[in-house]
């Protein structure tokens, strides 16, 4: 059976999947494994991406992330490229390395957040990476050591994550993290989270017989993760997308125009707000424009930079602060 196009719009929660073709191997030595990561953390800061949870294997790799401005496709397009070219530029070698699609399921981040960040932080110690949960916190290829301190990492965003398990991003949210992962290694969930559409919205096959038993009529689909409400509004926001996207003339054009009617309401020219300046409003009103650039008229960070007179990273900064 053919598969869908991608679902995705900023701000969606995805887990993904990446494997080397025919099963092969995508790093071979420390420095590969230091060059994908090092790769991964400069791309989620480039493109606004946020990143959950990661852990990556020799011939494979998860990660749980939240898609920037410019969606999922264009950050994994660079990350698979980039990393492709070095690792045959390093090891003489030609051809693909990855699988040509790699997966991606969109999820319901209030009834899977969890147990999400667990399997994957999980999956060095199932697979006999590390052979203790004492080993996995100073593992440095999962995001578990960056969760319990052992290692620092600033382009994974630790403290939402800590915050799904306390107040704040403290020392008891992180014991009561450490406690969930105690749990979660007796529990299966391959099923749940990697499964057939019905069989992982809806936690396993046999709640699945039970809600055919009752003529329970849900809708599902193999890209996403959740209940029936959830991908009901996943697929009709996707639609609706595809109906209201403008040509990027016009959208380059709209903000154009927003560009100098906020000039003129800040008594300023577009030329001295491109110039670098950082007098008066003019910081808090890029960080606005870059806002309403990227998420409003849906430009690249490129192009919104450029429109601003900033660096792609810049842009990048600001949204991350807005």
Same mark, same amino acid.
């Given at each position: 059976?053919?598969?869908?196009?991608?679902?995705?719009?900023?701000?969606?929660?995805?887990?993904?999947?990446?494997?080397g073709?025919?099963?092969?191997?995508? $790093?071979?030595?420390?420095?590969?494994?230091?060059?994908?990561?090092?790769?991964?953390?400069?791309?989620?800061?480039?493109?606004?991406?946020?990143?959950?949870?990661?852990?990556?294997?020799?011939?494979?790799?998860?990660?749980?992330?939240?898609?920037?401005?410019?969606?999922?496709?264009?950050?994994?397009?660079?990350?698979?490229?980039?990393?492709?070219?070095?690792?045959?530029?390093?090891?003489?070698?030609?051809?693909?390395?990855?699988?040509?699609?790699?997966?991606?399921?969109?999820?319901?981040?209030?009834?899977?957040?969890?147990?999400?960040?667990?399997?994957?932080?999980?999956?060095?110690?199932?697979?006999?990476?590390?052979?203790?949960?004492?080993?996995?916190?100073?593992?440095?290829?999962?995001?578990?050591?960056?969760?319990?301190?052992?290692?620092?990492?600033?382009?994974?965003?630790? !403290?939402?994550?800590?915050?799904f398990?306390?107040?704040?991003?403290?020392?008891?949210?992180?014991?009561?993290?450490?406690?969930?992962?105690e749990?979660?290694?007796?529990?299966?969930?391959?099923?749940?989270?990697?499964?057939?559409?019905?069989?992982?919205?809806?936690?396993?096959?046999?709640?699945?017989?039970?809600?055919?038993?009752?003529?329970?009529?849900?809708?599902?689909?193999?890209?996403?993760?959740?209940?029936?409400?959830?991908?009901?509004?996943?697929?009709?926001?996707?639609?609706?997308?595809?109906? $209201?996207?403008?040509?990027?003339?016009?959208?380059?054009?709209?903000?154009?125009?927003?560009i100098? !009617?906020?000039?003129?309401?800040?008594?300023?020219?577009?030329?001295?707000?491109?110039?670098?300046?950082?007098?008066?409003?003019?910081?808090?009103?890029?960080?606005?424009?870059a806002?309403?650039?990227?998420?409003?008229?849906?430009?690249s960070?490129?192009?919104?930079?450029?429109?601003?007179? $900033?660096?792609?990273?810049a842009?990048?900064?600001?949204?991350?602060?807005?």
């Amino acid at each position: 059976m053919p598969r869908g196009p991608r679902l995705d719009a900023p701000g969606t929660l995805h887990h993904v999947m990446i494997r080397g073709i025919e099963r092969g191997s995508i $790093v071979r030595d420390d420095k590969d494994r230091e060059e994908f990561l090092k790769r991964m953390g400069e791309l989620a800061n480039e493109t606004a991406t946020s990143i959950y949870a990661f852990a990556l294997m020799n011939n494979h790799a998860h990660i749980l992330l939240k898609s920037g401005p410019r969606g999922l496709p264009a950050f994994m397009r660079r990350l698979l490229s980039g990393y492709a070219q070095y690792f045959n530029r390093r090891h003489k070698r030609v051809g693909h390395l990855f699988q040509n699609r790699y997966k991606s399921i969109i999820c319901e981040e209030e009834a899977y957040f969890d147990k999400l960040v667990a399997y994957i932080h999980l999956n060095p110690l199932r697979a006999g990476q590390v052979e203790t949960l004492e080993q996995l916190a100073s593992y440095p290829l999962s995001g578990h050591a960056v969760l319990m301190g052992k290692l620092s990492c600033e382009w994974m965003e630790s !403290d939402y994550v800590l915050q799904f398990f306390g107040d704040s991003a403290g020392r008891a949210a992180r014991q009561a993290y450490l406690e969930f992962i105690e749990e979660e290694m007796g529990i299966d969930r391959e099923k749940e989270l990697m499964g057939g559409g019905l069989v992982r919205s809806h936690g396993g096959w046999s709640k699945v017989q039970s809600m055919r038993r009752q003529k329970k009529k849900v809708l599902s689909d193999e890209r996403i993760l959740g209940g029936d409400g959830f991908v009901r509004e996943v697929l009709k926001e996707a639609e609706e997308r595809q109906d $209201v996207l403008l040509p990027e003339s016009e959208r380059l054009e709209q903000f154009s125009d927003t560009i100098k !009617d906020a000039c003129e309401s800040a008594g300023a020219t577009v030329a001295f707000l491109r110039s670098g300046s950082k007098s008066g409003s003019l910081p808090s009103m890029r960080k606005e424009l870059a806002r309403k650039g990227v998420y409003e008229c849906g430009l690249s960070l490129t192009e919104t930079g450029k429109q601003l007179g $900033v660096t792609t990273n810049a842009v990048s900064f600001m949204l991350k602060k807005a």
